[in-house]
Structure formats: C-alpha cells, structure tokens
C-alpha cells in the first residue's frame, strides 16, 4: 500500500522539486520509504516522466521492494498503490515462461506481467490496485485501476503536462493544476453527498474508472474498459444451473476472498460492528485457524452504542478484542483533522477516522472491512423498495400527462416537508421525466433544491434525465443493468455508486491518513460476480437478513447477531448537530456565499437548509454536508478563484 504520483512534461522538463514536495504530500499514505526518478526520453520527441511513491511497507520489507522500481530488462519503471492477493500464482505463472525475479514484492509481479503480456496483465490481477508504467520500448505511459475501484486514481491534462496521483490534494500541490471548481462536480456532491466518478471537485481532474486502463502516448489519451461488474455471462447465469451450485460457487469464493487477502508480513485486524458483515469475517477467520484482533467503536451515548453485540462477537470467536471509546467531545476536537483527511468533500467517514486511528495506534497496519456486504448481499432497504418504486414510476408513466399533472400538483400543495416527500414530489414530477427510483432513494438534495442552492449550474439535471453533465454517467451504468433482475440492478447501482464514491473512498482516505491499510474481502471482483449470477429474489428470501451470506457461514453466526437490528458504525450526529456542533455549523454555513464558494453557492438557500434542520423538516446530513463542503474549499481553493 502506497501513495504515488507521477509528471509527465512533454517538449518541457520534470522541476524536481516540484516531484519531490508532491511525493512528501503522500507521506501519510506511506510513512516506511520514499522514492522519486526522473527519467528522460530524446526520441521520437522529448519527453521526462518523474515518478514519486510513499511506501507503507506491507509485502517483502526488505529494500528490495523499493519503489518506484524499474524492471532491468525491459527498462521500464512503475510506481504501485495497492496488493495483488494472488501475487504468487501470477508469479509461477510467469517463471513457468523463464521470468526471473530479484524480490518477494507483488509490485516487481506487477511489472514483469505487464513486461511479458502488456495491457493484457490486468486480467490477472486479484486485488486492489492503481499503478503506473513507463513504457520504456513503447515510450508510453500505461495506468490501471483495479475491477472494484478500491483504490483511487486521479489524472489531470494539460498542453505540455500529464499528471496523475493517487490524491487529488497531490495534484493541487504541484501548481501545475489551476484550483478551478468544476461546476458537474458541485452539483454532483449536492446531488449525492460525494462527488461521482469520474468527475471532481476540480475542473479538468478526472478519475480512471473502475476496471479501466489509461494509455499517454504522444500527447493522446484513451481509457479502455478492461471489466465490469454487470458485463458478460457471470452476470446472466443459464437457468439450467442448480440453485445449490450457484451458492456453493459464492460460498467457496467468499472463504476464499477472506484467505487470499490475509497475504500479509504484519498482523492483521478486523473492524467489528457485531453486524453479520464483520461478524462473518471474523467466523471465517476462526474457521482458517486464525486469532484475529478485533476493534470496534463504543459510544459513551448507550442509545448508539454496540458494544454487547461487538463484544458477544469478540467473545464467541475468542478474538484479541479492542474498544475505542468515543465521546462527543472526542469527535468535536477531531473534527478539523477528520475534515482534512478528506481527499474530496464527503458527507460520511468520521467514524472511518477513529477507527483507522486507534488500530493504527494499537501497532496494526492492515485490517479487514466488512464494506460491501450491504451492497453485493442485499442488506439495505433500498433493495426492497427501489424495485417497488420502479414498477410505480413504469406504470405512472403511462398515465395521460394532464392527470400527471394535477396528481403532482395536489401532491406537492397537500404535503408536510421533509426529506421523503420531497423525493415522492419528484417521484411524481409533472413532466414525467423521472431519475431512476435508485437515485432518488441515494438523492441528499432534489433538483428542485438544488436550482435554489447554486447560483450557477452544469446544466445537468438528474431528476429530469437530461444527458449533460454527471447525469451522462449514470444514464451509462443505468444501461450497463438492462440485462439484470430489479434485485440485482440495485446491487450493480450500489456498488457503482454509493459504494464506491461514498464508502470505498471514505474508507481510502480516512485509513490512509493514518498509515493503514483497509481490505475489503467481500467485494473480491471474482466473488462480486457469482454473487451477481445468483437470482435476486433468493437473495430476499426468508426472515433471514442477507440469506446468502449468512447460509456461507454454515450456523457459525449466533441467532443474536444475525437477527438484530441493523445500524453499523453510527455516530450519533443528529444530537451531536443540534447541541454541541452547533455554532460551528452555524457560522460555517453562514461563509458558504462568501470565500471560494462565492458566485456558486446562494446564500438565502443555504441558510433555509439550516433553519429546515433546526425544525424537524430535513435531516442533518444536509446541513453537515454544506460544512464540509465550506471547510473542504476553505482549505484547498480559498484565494484561488
């Protein structure tokens, strides 16, 4: 695991200094070694690529694993950000055909793959990943990101430069990108409480999706879609397959995701909630023969604390268990640094941050996250009531426009504000041009609200359908569904969405900021598509919450655990909000029309949110996501714009 960065100068040359403050910027990415080279290319034009990395020192300690790391016989270069789980198949796979090795590092299999089979080697990767390789034959430059985007990858074009990183704040860092808002981004984070990919917060950087690679090559650029989710036969299974054979397939793959990401020289923990994604872990661990360390947060609040089902867990797995205690107070002093940590403004990942801290501080440097369960496993209530939304908004379709009109009309005037209703208002909108019932249920601010807040816009429109801005990329995973069962089309939407622009780079930045590693077994990309192949309505099945993954553990889960009321990490915000962060909040939002937001945000709107909160009419995830959003820009384009 590692931080990297690289600066591409063509017909110009790599300021080394400049190479070396962005690669200091990742120091908490990877706080064990560090490396630059500039490497300097005459022919067929003059070209210097620098390379940075911080390492966090996870496989072979040794010097030898030194990045970036150049292959002596190809000559090329690479800088790598995540593990390959199956290093050491791909690695006798490539000494079968005379590949020879200096190192015990997957990053030096990363190499000679791509040496020996090009941009095909990322189909044989199993893992998390985003690297870079410069083609020292080709005089190109290759980057790759791994099927689930678990790591992250941002890159950024100019006349004479290409930048990418695995930090978008690197990228600021260099100056050689202008500190722009970028006006898809901004509605996008209004719309969802993150930014979706591929877009940012910043005009002109984008992120590689997903299962994609990027080729540099004179200047040009073009992104290949190597994998997903929702392509191919593993997600439309023959319906001659047996029940029973499809979810042995997801049972075998899930105790073997959970085995192949222990590949570790340190210890491994595991973050507990006592709910069955964590739980489960932590049975398959016990099945292997392993003690693990468990951590899990406790509140001082009883009302939102978990410690009995944590500790029932802990106890019955006979782990090594820790408990972080929090208190208000605790949370109110790390805020700033929590806000910080944040790579791109997000809504969620405080309760990532204390986690993260204290296995950190207990001496652990890798740990296992049962992210990912709710999305591939059919956990949330989403999975239930966007299938039942979808047959409403086909059937509401077809009813004349005249009365669609009226319907909505006496709907919006008859109603009692809140979050819910605003959304049914959309729902059941006049002009019949509806989002997807998914994401109207994922939707923080409705298109309605957000016309109000910002005093300039993309020209997107994710309620109405319109095909510009960051409604274009989700009408692009919205067809990747079409072959899909209603079950499973939310499983794909969640994973693509929610999961990844939310969850899994909260969970990068928030565990990074501290030196650790997260691995998230349960969205193995091998495993997430057998899961996909197993008809949805198995996946609901029952009383039984999440039957499939539940049925892998053969009883091993307490009727306790599996039977109790959801909640997960949770901090108690909504008190938190109206008491203690109060004045904070209250000022933050009182900046938004001013300072770098200034032009983009109405400030009369804004404040209607606040006071919307205060009376009970909307939740307080909508006011914290504009304090987040003020202190993000304060801090990263203030006096830029």
């Known amino acids: 695991m590692c931080g990297t960065v690289g600066i591409l100068a063509r017909g110009t040359v790599v300021d080394p200094d400049v190479l070396d403050r962005a690669t200091r910027s990742l120091a908490h990415r990877g706080p064990d070694d560090e490396g630059t080279v500039i490497v300097r290319e005459s022919a067929p034009e003059p070209v210097e690529v620098g390379f940075g990395n911080r390492r966090l020192a996870i496989l072979d300690l040794s010097p030898l694993g030194h990045q970036p790391m150049q292959d002596p016989e190809t000559r090329n270069w690479i800088v790598h950000n995540g593990e390959i789980y199956n290093f050491r198949e791909v690695r006798a796979k490539l000494e079968r055909e005379g590949v020879e090795f200096r190192s015990q590092s997957d990053t030096e299999v990363?190499?000679?793959a791509y040496g020996r089979w090009g941009e095909q080697c990322v189909s044989e990767f199993r893992g998390m990943f985003a690297f870079a390789i410069w083609d020292a034959q080709r005089k190109r430059l290759f980057l790759a990101r791994d099927p689930m985007g678990i790591k992250p990858l941002y890159?950024?074009?100019?006349?004479?430069?290409?930048?990418f990183a695995s930090e978008l704040r690197t990228l600021l860092g260099t100056g050689l990108v202008p500190r722009k808002m970028d006006a898809v981004g901004l509605e996008s984070y209004l719309t969802f409480g993150s930014v979706y990919e591929p877009a940012t917060l910043i005009e002109g950087v984008r992120m590689l999706r997903p299962g994609a690679f990027l080729i540099w090559e004179r200047g040009k650029v073009s992104e290949?879609?190597?994998?997903?989710?929702?392509?191919?036969?593993?997600a439309r299974p023959p319906s001659s397959v047996p029940r029973a054979q499809l979810e042995e397939r997801v049972h075998a793959g899930i105790d073997e995701s959970v085995r192949m990401q222990l590949v570790s020289d340190v210890p491994v923990g595991v973050f507990l909630s006592g709910g069955i994604d964590s739980s489960a872990l932590v049975a398959i661990l016990r099945r292997s023969g392993v003690q693990a360390s468990t951590f899990s947060i406790v509140f001082r609040e009883a009302e939102f604390s978990e410690a009995?089902?944590?500790r029932a867990v802990a106890d019955c797995f006979k782990t090594a268990h820790h408990e972080i205690t929090v208190s208000q107070e605790d949370v109110f002093a790390a805020i700033p640094a929590a806000v910080g940590a944040m790579d791109q403004p997000t809504m969620d990942g405080v309760n990532t941050f204390f986690v993260?801290?204290?296995?950190?501080?207990?001496?652990?440097?890798?740990?296992?996250?049962g992210l990912g369960g709710d999305e591939l496993f059919a956990g949330y209530s989403n999975f239930r009531s966007v299938p039942r939304m979808e047959r409403f908004s086909q059937w509401w379709g077809h009813v004349p426009g005249g009365v669609r009109g009226a319907v909505a009309g006496a709907f919006t005037s008859l109603r009692v504000e809140s979050d819910q209703n605003r959304k049914l208002a959309a729902l059941v909108r006049e002009n019949g041009g509806l989002a997807h019932p998914y994401f109207l249920a994922r939707m923080l601010f409705t298109q309605e609200q957000r016309a109000e807040l910002l005093t300039r816009g993309s020209g997107a429109d994710a309620d109405t359908g319109g095909e510009s801005g960051a409604n274009a990329e989700l009408r692009r995973m919205l067809g990747q569904t079409r072959d899909l069962d209603p079950v499973n089309r939310v499983s794909y939407l969640e994973a693509r969405c929610y999961m990844l622009n939310t969850l899994l780079r909260d969970s990068d930045f928030m565990s990074m900021a501290h030196g650790l590693e997260v691995r998230v077994p349960l969205i193995d990309h091998r495993l997430a598509e057998n899961v996909l192949a197993v008809p949805g309505a198995w996946k609901l099945s029952g009383d039984t919450p999440k039957p499939l993954l539940v049925s892998a553990l053969r009883g091993a889960l307490p009727d306790s655990i599996v039977h109790r009321p959801k909640r997960g990490f949770t901090l108690p915000f909504e008190r938190w909000v109206r008491?203690?962060?109060?004045?904070?909040?209250?000022?933050?939002?009182?900046?938004?029309?001013?300072?770098?937001?200034?032009?983009w945000i109405n400030g009369v709107a804004a404040r209607r949110v606040w006071s919307d909160f205060l009376r009970g009419t909307t939740s307080w995830t909508r006011p914290w996501s504009l304090f987040v959003l003020e202190r993000w820009c304060a801090r990263y384009l203030e006096d830029w714009n």
């Open 155 to 163: 890159y950024f074009q100019s006349e004479r430069h290409f930048l």
């Open 356 to 369: 993260s801290q204290q296995a950190r501080a207990a001496g652990v440097k890798v740990a296992l996250s």
């Open 110 to 112: 990363v190499l000679k």
């Open 579 to 599: 008491e203690g962060l109060r004045d904070e909040l209250e000022a933050s939002i009182q900046r938004l029309e001013a300072g770098a937001l200034g032009g």
């Open 308 to 310: 009995e089902h944590s």
């Open 224 to 234: 290949t879609q190597y994998w997903d989710l929702a392509a191919g036969n593993s």
